[in-house]
């Protein structure tokens, strides 16, 4: 029969390994709950919307808008009725809007315009238009395997405008951007001397909560590409569509000038039509090169 600081020994011995399998099972569970966390978040985890010169390979279905302008908050669908909805992760909270991507199918290419969110698509997943479908498939196949990249410097169907947000005011300030063809990086506001970038809401309009003051104002957006454009003498005017007089780039764009240096506010233009500067790099090569990889990057892909 063992004696007694035998036994005390060996029940301390049982005691150790029961709490190592306590801490074994505690450290599985969270990282269970870790990994279900990452698998079901609200944000996936490569969340970036389509750029640069990648070709992505998925599949396409089709709907229709009512010609509504979608959760890209447009006015309303393209005239050619050419629009895409992408699900959540290429959607990027809005970051995606108003770019174009190139979609080939069994019957050939369409481009079309981001639009709206498909909140059940998954990466790869593109919902077209019935009209876009129609022209790279047989609508009666439904689901077809394709092929996808964006546009760099898209054709667009006018200059760039704005429309300020209903309900905004002095003291609430929210901007849509249209016709700007490449996905936008950064919106910002100048109010009085000084730029107030703004924030870009999944719906598309860009926001300052605390408002810019009565307006007009300037505001300047640049792309994903470095591109920049600003306009001055938009209204506090809600609801209203505003056009600019120039693009972002191509056609109608200002030369390309030296680096900006902070200069004094401009007085707004008497013109109906707002004025607008664009400053463009030297070439947009090397940067559709890198863009894929930096916003993989920034996304932890």
Not at 154 to 170: C, D
Not at 240 to 267: D, E, F, M, N, W
Request: proline share 10%; with cysteine.
């Amino acid at each position: 029969m063992p004696s007694g600081g035998a036994v005390r020994q060996h029940l301390a011995v049982l005691a150790g390994r029961r709490w190592v399998l306590i801490g074994a099972a505690a450290l599985l569970a969270a990282v269970t709950t870790a990994v279900l966390t990452l698998r079901s978040g609200p944000s996936p985890a490569c969340a970036a919307p389509p750029v640069g010169s990648t070709v992505h390979r998925g599949k396409a279905t089709f709907y229709d808008s009512k010609g509504e302008g979608g959760n890209c908050s447009f006015v309303s669908a393209p005239d050619d009725r050419l629009y895409v909805a992408l699900g959540p992760s290429e959607y990027s909270a809005g970051a995606a809007c108003g770019g174009y991507l190139d979609v080939t199918g069994p019957k050939g290419k369409v481009r079309v315009m981001v639009m709206d969110q498909c909140p059940e698509c998954q990466p790869g997943h593109l919902d077209l238009s019935k009209e876009a479908f129609a022209k790279i498939a047989n609508p009666v196949d439904g689901v077809v395997s394709i092929s996808y990249k964006a546009v760099t410097n898209p054709t667009v169907p006018g200059p760039l405008s704005f429309r300020i947000k209903e309900g905004a005011s002095r003291y609430w300030f929210a901007v849509l951007v249209a016709n700007h063809g490449n996905p936008l990086r950064s919106v910002e506001v100048r109010s009085g001397s000084t730029w107030r970038a703004t924030e870009r809401a999944e719906y598309n309009y860009w926001i300052y909560e605390s408002g810019l003051g009565p307006g007009p104002y300037t505001i300047r957006l640049t792309d994903v590409y470095g591109q920049r454009a600003t306009a001055t003498g938009i209204r506090m005017a809600p609801e209203q569509v505003q056009k600019a007089s120039v693009r972002l780039y191509g056609s109608g764009a200002a030369a390309p000038g030296p680096k900006p240096t902070p200069t004094p506010a401009r007085k707004p233009s008497t013109s109906p039509s707002p004025k607008a500067t664009t400053e463009a790099p030297p070439s947009l090569a090397p940067a559709a090169a890198v863009v894929d990889e930096q916003l993989g990057r920034a996304a932890g892909c």
